[in-house]
């Protein structure tokens, strides 16, 4: 009865208020706006319906993450309401249990949450359903889509959530502190699971909040029939998280009970300090007795009191200083506070682990330079899913405490009738939050340059942390500072308050959302900075800084709004603030106001002149209609003859200082079809480009806005004819772009590619739409990403290779790198010029320029059996340039002994290097990716820090090994499948050079790595290797399938096929190969009694299962031992719907008998054969000579690579 | 100085009626505003602590217009509400020193010679040093008059000061008011009729947002002097007799029951009693002296 009444009066106290309403009211809205929001089909190229069960639940976890940072005070209000409003002495002394009051209070609380949560739901129903969604988007109404959603997802996150806002706040007194357990929820989520346990499991299992197992898993695991209609059900690690979450939130329930005391709260209640305050109680008691109250000393009457005429000062110095004590007070008391003790403490010591743990790379250790490390310690603000979104959260936690604390501590009547302005006030609390962060990022510099020196690194850069810690992520924090405190300041109801910023910083990390794309209207934001060692800050500052500027003088705006309602007195409302305000917009106020306004309108200006005026601004679906137009404009020409280029001339002059290039270059174009070509098509870039004929051609359309020009011939170009495109292109920064200034051309670590700046002929079909929403917006019927396999017009799609001759001229103390062979160098006009050819190159080119040095070395065949007279020279010797910066010098000798090693091996299997030299540069950028082009490798500064460990995998070896691979790559046909052909054949390569390089000790490690699941999971899902696309099929099922054949056809056989369908498609005049080609060349080197393997690898989906129930071995005769599995084997087909289906097997298995392992080295096999297995229990016997210790089949994971049971093997039971 | 209040009226959002249409005249010493729970004294209070605004009238200190310059006002005020809190964790000497530099006391040396004056003055020297959650009701009363007291104000409001203390504390507290020197206007607002007779040498009754009277208490009860009738009664006798006379008062004395009676005439069973402050204050809210009877003059 009495908690009925408990229970009643709570749900109904809270249902009455208005946040409870705003609270809903903003789910409402931000879920209907994430439903309409395509951005998660789109990321995952992926087309489903709005209301599919995935997405449901995706809208979920951030509902839910959004109630989690906003509602708080649900639960702290239920549990703190008593105590602050000082009523508990009222209630504690009722004769009422604590499991009626505090249950009572708990489970209203936890009811109201509930209830809001549904907010999430309703909106997304709103967004589905409500005029504006297309109806082919909408799948049938599923009730259990929302239910499952709602009950295992937003409904434990309550529960849990509640259970810790609530136990905060009983434990405070405070219903703010409801906030510090949705932060530590939040960091959980954030920090903990996301970052220092980010090996999936672990972080999965103790992410709080969903994003985990939603966000991440379901989306990389679910096939996209799955996402339409496979509902969230509580299994597997989804139910393990649920229930270890509702566990934890008991936990809290029954800590927060116990620890609850019906009586007068003393200061801390915390055991140690009860403890502590027991054992000095003697001491205090004689405090006590001093004063009490003895009449005789008090009573001095007749004396005056007499205070020392103290002088006072007032006007500036007096506020100034006020500013200053307020200032220093605002940050004593957060940082005593246990969420300033969050900050200052835990935050900081938590990161020395987090970036001790990022300072590696595909599980190779990387050197901890500071600017590397400084990456790990910095985000934009907006950045809402870096780990450091948690200071906003807390800024907006401050904030409102430090505009209350007067008020709520009970002395705001005295301080607001101390002299002076509003100024110091605000001020003064805007200094605290300064201080707080000035002394945070102190600590962060510190946890930083601790986790260098524990990982042995000593060469801090104590400038840089200074420059981009304090210059460049203080600001963006300062600036929120502002926006917080004024919003509070404001809003004057500390709950909404709360509601109200938090909803700021949600437009700010996700303005597009809310329709708002343009940085001068996202509060604080701007084109973000970049460093790397190479380039500094190159050209970023500048931009970065004028928005800035820009930002500041808002929040000069903004503080001056701060001052002038600042609530001072009794009376609250907004009208007479506003009338309050107008008797204090004087003086310095009004001085303030009109150069913060001036200031604003001045640098807004000048940003939107460089953005608007001086470059073209386009908002993203301005540039989705300009892509559309394009494509209805000319798609028609698509195909249509056009002739191709045979020869380039360029002549570029590179200006580092003045990022400026100038390009002047021509084309040889023939025409080599079988008809007379009367228009060209030259297709031009974002630049200023200039083209012309080397004869007569009329400009009949020039499309400057799309790209595109068309050049009426006035001679048709016939058959065979060829003509010159004379092209000059200016790169020349033009001010600054909304999203910062391009880096192409820098003052060091130039880097630029063709397609961005070169006209090209004929119509882009890669500029079209691709996303399915997109091209439904625009009214273009859906295409499919890549042709199909089977469109045999693909296959004909090939270029013939472009003679291509380039002279770079640059700063006389830079290197300039272009694709070709170098052909000479030299200085003129104080300038340095490279010359640069080849014979035939594809259609991709990179230039690079740099103060680089270059590490020269050659490479020579060691194999006799190649014939110099029959192979060019170039077949025997590679002359080796790797271009990098003199700082970083540690990559080079490895990088070099995987390059031999690499062309030792592919040379011997898969024919000649037909270069005689290679280019290797480094690019500016913190990046580990390699990237392989013609005869040239190019990778970010990133690479050069890996130091891979003795005796572990070695991953830059093995990438230089797979990008070498890249130079015998079989020209491919863009059609499904693609990936496979280059990427997989490649891995595969890779495979191979570091095996018989490093040995199978090395193969091992760099099979320990492929096997990871991250960060390619498994992905059940049925298309066939053959059509493979993704980065699963191509870089790990891709790989692992040629391996596996070739452990069972033999490496000779599947490297002998791969050789045959390069030499057999090389010819420029043979169709471009596809999977299909790759099958029948593999197929015709696999014996037919293993062609099921072939089907099932590559035409099939198919997994293996393997479990060895029980293993003995008997001795049989001396040193013979007899050993008996009893095994049991599956195989199993996933369909491209994800359906798996179990297949009768009949096939040759490896079967393997182990003798005791010794030490950390690799078990030699004491028996190991293919052995012929069915489906299901069978038993198999083997003799061995040796004591064996362990037995199993598949023992080296070739069929089962995917899973890697460790149930195929198992120790011996040894019969006497 | 002297502060003057005109024609002030204050009506709250809700309807209430605080202030109607208030004047007095304060001068410099010991001014007690007298009135029971909900008479408009916390208001009037905060009006002049420049916290509230009233909706009509005006009120001048000196030459300062209250109700415009308030900054002005602020510079000369020491305030102590009704109703405050203190920072629990920080000591009494650090929060008055902290106040200290918000009320204008920049320079250390005289900040610091102002505090141990303070805290001596507060007899709180002993305990300057312990956390302020640690105080009782008293100190911490005692610590805001030390607050109010910084800066040497020309205006001291002082709220209710002596609610909920006991009567020692009360007796300490009184004295350390009354010492205040004479140079300065304060304010004592109360509804224990002998905070005033004790300390206040003018005074006026305020009920229901009007002023019922203004005077000097001594006066004030000479004035009733042969009007104040005693009688002990039994309790059930209380209801004949309220038909029969102005009751002011009634009180409880060991069971039985204590009448105060206002006349203008002699009665008979009556004692006629020398009159009190007290008998003032019930007389003028029952409305036989003061404004609600402008025909009885003073």
């Known amino acids: ?1216 | 100085m002297e502060l003057q209040i005109r024609n002030v009226s204050k009506i709250y959002p809700n309807g209430v009626q605080a202030l109607k249409n208030v004047t007095l005249t304060i001068p410099n010493g010991m001014y007690g505003l007298l009135g029971p729970n909900g008479a408009g004294k916390s208001t009037l209070m905060r009006i002049l602590a420049t916290l509230q605004e009233p909706d009509e009238g005006n009120i001048q200190l000196g030459s300062i217009n209250v109700v415009k310059q308030k900054e002005e006002v602020r510079k000369t005020l020491g305030y102590l509400p009704q109703e405050f809190g203190v920072y629990p964790k920080v000591s009494a000497e650090s929060l008055l020193d902290h106040f200290a530099i918000l009320k204008g006391i920049t320079t250390r040396a005289a900040r610091k010679e102002a505090v141990e004056a303070l805290l001596r003055q507060t007899n709180l020297w002993d305990v300057r040093k312990q956390k302020l959650g640690g105080y009782s009701g008293g100190m911490k009363q005692r610590f805001g008059v030390a607050v109010a007291l910084l800066g040497n104000p020309k205006l001291m409001i002082v709220d209710e000061p002596t609610a909920g203390l006991d009567p020692a504390e009360r007796v300490r507290f009184l004295n350390l008011l009354s010492e205040l020197g004479e140079n300065s206007v304060v304010i004592l607002s109360t509804h224990i009729v002998e905070d005033v007779s004790e300390l206040c040498t003018r005074m006026a009754i305020i009920n229901r947002g009007e002023i019922l009277l203004e005077a000097v208490p001594l006066q004030a009860m000479e004035g009733l002097k042969g009007r104040i009738y005693r009688r002990i009664i039994e309790k059930s006798a209380l209801p004949q007799l309220e038909r029969d006379h102005k009751i002011i008062s009634t009180k409880l004395l060991g069971g039985r029951t204590v009448v105060h009676v206002y006349s203008e005439k002699a009665l008979g069973g009556f004692e006629l009693v020398p009159p009190d402050l007290e008998d003032v204050y019930f007389s003028a809210m029952a409305g036989h002296i003061g404004s609600r009877k402008p025909e009885v003059a003073l």
């Open chain 1, 1 to 1216: 009865m009495k908690f009925r009444e408990i229970f009643r009066f709570e749900f109904a106290y809270q249902l009455r208020r208005p946040w409870t309403w705003l609270f809903v009211f903003v789910l409402i809205v931000v879920d209907f706006l994430m439903t309409r929001d395509r951005a998660v089909t789109d990321a995952l190229f992926e087309e489903f319906f709005v209301n599919s069960p995935f997405l449901i639940a995706n809208t979920t976890v951030f509902g839910s993450l959004m109630w989690l940072m906003m509602a708080a005070v649900i639960a702290g209000d239920a549990a703190a309401r008593d105590v602050a409003t000082r009523m508990h002495p009222l209630l504690y002394t009722v004769s009422i249990s604590k499991a009626e009051y505090l249950g009572g209070r708990f489970l209203a609380a936890l009811a109201l949450n509930a209830l809001i949560l549904l907010g999430v739901q309703v909106g997304i129903l709103l967004g589905v359903y409500l005029p504006g969604m297309g109806p082919a988007l909408i799948g049938p109404f599923r009730p259990a889509a929302y239910w499952t959603a709602y009950i295992y997802i937003a409904l434990p996150n309550a529960f849990v959530a509640t259970a810790m806002q609530f136990a905060m706040a009983t434990r405070s007194g405070r219903a703010m502190a409801g906030y510090l357990g949705s932060f530590i929820l939040f960091f959980m989520g954030f920090f903990v699971a996301s970052f220092l346990l980010f090996r999936r499991g672990l972080g999965t299992l103790l992410d709080p909040t969903g994003i985990r197992f939603i966000v991440e898993d379901i989306a990389h695991l679910w096939t996209t029939v799955e996402k339409n209609q496979r509902l969230l059900t509580l299994e597997g690690i989804v139910l393990e998280n649920r229930l270890l979450w509702i566990g934890l939130g008991l936990i809290t329930v029954a800590v927060t009970y116990l620890g609850f005391r019906f009586a007068h709260r003393i200061e801390s209640t915390f055991w140690w300090k009860r403890a502590l305050n027991k054992f000095s109680a003697g001491k205090l008691a004689y405090g006590h007795q001093e004063t009490a109250p003895s009449p005789g000393i008090a009573i001095r009457s007749g004396r005056p009191v007499c205070v020392p005429q103290a002088p006072l000062t007032f006007g500036i110095a007096m506020q100034t200083r006020q500013t200053l004590t307020i200032a220093s007070a605002s940050f004593r008391m957060i940082a005593t506070s246990w969420a300033g003790l969050a900050l200052l403490t835990f935050i900081p010591l938590l990161t020395i682990p987090v970036v001790v743990d990022q300072m590696e790379s595909n599980g190779v250790p990387l050197l901890p330079v500071t600017t590397r490390v400084i990456n790990e310690l910095t985000a934009p603000l907006s950045a809402e899913l870096s780990r450091w979104v948690i200071v906003p959260a807390l800024l907006i936690f401050f904030a409102g405490e430090l505009v209350w604390r007067e008020r709520e501590a009970g002395l705001g009547d005295i301080t607001d009738a101390m002299p002076g302005s509003e100024w110091p006030p605000f001020l003064g609390k805007f200094l605290g939050l300064g201080l707080l962060l000035i002394a945070f990022t102190t600590l962060q510099m510190s946890a930083g340059m601790i986790a260098q020196s524990l990982m042995g690194y000593n060469k801090f850069e104590l400038g840089l942390y200074l420059k981009i810690l304090f210059g460049l992520q203080l600001p963006e924090y300062l600036l929120f500072a502002v926006l917080v405190l004024v919003v509070h300041v404001l809003v004057d109801h500390k709950y909404i308050g709360h509601l109200i910023a938090t909803l700021a910083y949600v437009f700010i990390a996700l303005s597009t959302l809310f329709g708002v794309e343009h940085n001068l209207l996202v509060y604080g934001a701007g084109p973000g900075w970049s460093y790397t060692e190479m380039r500094g800050f190159g050209p970023s500052l500048g931009p970065w800084l004028w928005f800035k500027g820009y930002w500041a003088a808002w929040a000069l705006l903004l503080a001056v709004v701060g001052r002038l309602l600042w609530v001072r007195g009794k009376e609250g409302t907004l009208k007479f603030r506003l009338q309050l305000a107008r008797h204090r917009f004087t003086g310095p106020t009004r001085w303030l106001a009109g150069s913060a306004s001036v200031l604003i309108l001045a640098l807004g200006g000048f940003i939107f002149y460089n953005t608007n005026i001086l470059n073209e601004y386009l908002t993203t679906s301005e540039v989705k209609g300009r892509q559309a137009e394009y494509e209805r404009r000319y798609e028609r020409y698509n195909g249509i003859p056009q002739p191709e280029p045979t020869q380039a001339n360029l002549h570029i002059e590179i200006y580092p200082d003045l990022r400026e290039a100038e390009i002047r270059g021509s084309y040889q174009l023939v025409n080599r079809s079988t008809v007379a070509i009367d228009s060209i098509h030259v297709a031009t870039a974002k630049v200023t480009t200039e083209t012309s004929f080397d004869r007569a051609a009329a400009l009949v359309v020039a499309d400057e806005d799309h790209g595109h020009r068309i050049y009426a011939l006035e001679e048709p170009l016939q058959p065979g004819d060829s003509l010159r495109l004379d092209f000059k292109v200016n790169i020349k920064p033009r001010g600054f772009r909304e999203n910062g200034v391009d880096a192409s051309v820098t003052s060091n670590g130039t880097f630029f590619m063709n397609k961005n700046y070169f006209p090209l002929i004929g119509y882009q079909r890669h500029r079209e739409l691709i996303t399915a929403t997109d091209r439904r917006e625009h009214g273009l019927a859906p295409r499919p990403l890549i042709a199909f396999l089977n469109d045999e017009e693909a296959y004909k799609d090939r270029g013939r290779g472009i003679a291509f001759n380039a002279v770079l001229g640059t700063q006389e103390d830079q290197v300039a790198v272009a694709p070709g062979m170098l052909r000479g160098t030299w200085t003129e006009g104080g300038r340095r010029y490279f010359h640069y050819s080849t014979d035939a190159i594809g259609g991709e080119w990179s230039f690079f320029s740099a103060r680089y040095a270059v590490c020269k070395s050659e490479w020579i065949s060691s194999d006799d059996s190649l014939n110099p007279q029959e192979e060019s020279a170039a077949a025997r010797r590679v002359a080796i340039r790797i271009y990098h910066d003199p700082r970083h010098t540690a990559h080079l000798d490895p990088m070099l002994r995987s390059i031999r090693a690499s062309l030792d091996y592919y040379t011997k299997n898969f024919g000649p290097y037909r270069r005689g030299y290679l280019n290797v540069v480094e690019r500016p950028g913190n990046g580990t990716g390699m990237h392989a082009e013609a005869a040239m490798l190019s990778h970010g500064e990133g690479f050069t820090f890996w130091r891979p460990e003795d005796g572990s995998h070695d991953h830059p070896y093995a990438i230089v090994a797979h990008e070498m691979a890249h130079q015998w790559t079989i020209p491919y046909a863009n059609v499904e499948g693609a990936p496979v052909m280059s990427e997989s054949l490649a891995w595969y390569y890779g495979m191979k050079a570091v095996e018989h390089s490093k040995g199978p000790e090395g193969l091992r490690q760099l099979f320990n790595y492929l096997w990871q699941p991250h960060p390619y999971a498994p992905i059940f899902r049925g298309e066939p290797l053959l059509r493979g696309l993704d980065p699963y099929m191509s870089y790990r099922k891709g790989p692992f399938a040629l391996y596996t054949l070739s452990e069972y056809i033999g490496e000779e056989q599947v490297n002998g096929a791969l050789r045959r369908l390069l030499e057999n498609h090389r010819p420029v005049e043979a169709p471009l190969a596809t999977t299909l080609d790759l099958y029948r060349e593999l197929r015709a080197v696999t014996p037919d009694s293993l062609k099921y393997l072939l089907y099932d690898l590559f035409e099939a989906n198919t997994y293996w299962k393997f479990k060895t129930e029980r293993a003995t071995a008997t001795p049989i005769k001396t040193g013979e031992w007899q050993v008996i599995l009893e095994v049991e084997t599956h195989k199993v087909v996933v369909d491209s719907a994800g359906v798996k289906t179990p297949v009768p097997m009949d096939e040759w298995i490896e079967v393997g008998v182990f003798a005791p392992a010794k030490g950390r080295e690799r078990q030699e096999p004491l028996y190991l054969k293919k052995h012929r297995i069915r489906s299901g229990k069978q038993t198999i016997q083997v003799t061995v000579s040796g004591k064996p210790a362990r037995a199993g089949i598949d023992p080296y994971h070739v069929l089962n690579w995917e899973e890697r049971s460790e149930d195929n093997m198992k120790n011996l039971r040894i019969n006497q």
